[in-house]
C-alpha cells in the first residue's frame, strides 16, 4: 500500500479531474497536475467499462498501486497524479502493465 502522503485527497482529486493535463497509452491514460509539495500524490480509477467484476477492478488498481509503490522513487516531486485504465487492461500481467505505467509516466515526464 502507498504511504498516505502519497495518496490523493478528495479535494485534489477533483481539480486534477478538473485542471489537469492528460496524456495517453494503449491502456491507460493519467491527467496531472503541479502541487507545492515536494513528493508526488497518486490516484487509480477504474471504471465498469474496464472491468464488470469489482474483483478485477480492485486487482488492476492493487497492481499498480504495487508498481507506484515499487517505483516511487523515479518520479519526480510536486505532482498530483490520477491514472486511469481502459478497457482491456484487465487482460495484461503484471509485467505489461508495469511497462504501461512507467512508459505513460514518461511520456509525461514525470519520471
Same mark, same amino acid.
Given at each position: 500500500?502507498?504511504?498516505?502522503?502519497?495518496?490523493?485527497?478528495?479535494?485534489?482529486? @477533483? %481539480?486534477?479531474? !478538473?485542471?489537469?493535463?492528460?496524456?495517453?497509452?494503449?491502456?491507460?491514460?493519467?491527467?496531472? =497536475?503541479?502541487? /507545492? *509539495?515536494?513528493?508526488?500524490?497518486?490516484?487509480?480509477?477504474?471504471? @465498469? %467499462?474496464?472491468? !464488470?467484476?469489482?474483483?478485477?477492478?480492485?486487482?488492476?488498481?492493487?497492481?499498480?498501486?504495487? =508498481?507506484?509503490? /515499487? *517505483?516511487?522513487?523515479?518520479?519526480?516531486?510536486?505532482?498530483?497524479?490520477?491514472?486511469?485504465? !481502459?478497457?482491456?487492461?484487465?487482460?495484461?500481467?503484471?509485467?505489461?502493465?508495469?511497462?504501461? =505505467?512507467?512508459?505513460?509516466?514518461?511520456?509525461?515526464?514525470?519520471?
Amino acid at each position: 500500500m502507498l504511504p498516505k502522503k502519497h495518496r490523493l485527497n478528495k479535494d485534489i482529486l @477533483k %481539480k486534477v479531474l !478538473k485542471f489537469g493535463k492528460r496524456f495517453d497509452s494503449e491502456f491507460a491514460f493519467l491527467k496531472i =497536475i503541479p502541487t /507545492k *509539495n515536494n513528493y508526488p500524490s497518486f490516484s487509480f480509477v477504474v471504471s @465498469k %467499462k474496464t472491468a !464488470k467484476s469489482a474483483v478485477k477492478r480492485n486487482t488492476i488498481k492493487r497492481r499498480a498501486r504495487h =508498481i507506484i509503490w /515499487k *517505483n516511487i522513487g523515479l518520479f519526480k516531486t510536486g505532482a498530483a497524479i490520477v491514472y486511469f485504465f !481502459k478497457p482491456g487492461s484487465d487482460k495484461l500481467k503484471s509485467k505489461e502493465l508495469e511497462r504501461d =505505467i512507467l512508459a505513460l509516466s514518461k511520456k509525461a515526464k514525470i519520471i
